[in-house]
């Protein structure tokens, strides 16, 4: 069974840094060409996609609003990708999901978890 689990968030202050976690229980990780993304939505706010790192590792993009402030590793062998969130802003606060979207496209995410809360206050 596909199963994607985040863990991390919380409750951090302007500037804080927090990272996020996610891990597959089920059998995402032993596909390949698996592309692992993580999205956010604000409250009022359409999901966007803040980052993604193909199988390998070798080809991430980020959003423009979180560029040099985040980074997106994933570790094959233990089923899970991270998101290490620095400099965190007001702005930045939202649910945070992890999607997996298969066939290396990063184009139609199939998977994803039941998020994780950030809050950033001010």
């Known amino acids: 069974q596909v199963q994607l689990v985040e863990s991390g968030g919380g409750l951090v202050q302007a500037g804080g840094s927090l990272t996020l976690s996610c891990e597959d229980s089920g059998r995402i990780f032993r596909t390949y060409d698996m592309t692992m993304g993580w999205f956010r939505q604000a409250p009022g706010k359409e999901r966007e996609l803040v980052a993604a790192i193909n199988w390998s590792g070798d080809k991430i993009k980020y959003a423009d609003s979180v560029k040099g402030r985040f980074t997106i590793v994933r570790d094959n062998a233990k089923k899970a990708v991270y998101l290490q969130m620095n400099n965190l802003k007001p702005e930045d606060m939202a649910i945070y999901y992890c999607?997996?979207?298969?066939?290396?496209?990063?184009?139609?995410?199939?998977?994803w978890g039941q998020g994780t809360q950030v809050t950033v206050s001010s």
């Open positions: 999607a997996a979207s298969p066939g290396g496209s990063a184009s139609q995410w199939n998977y």
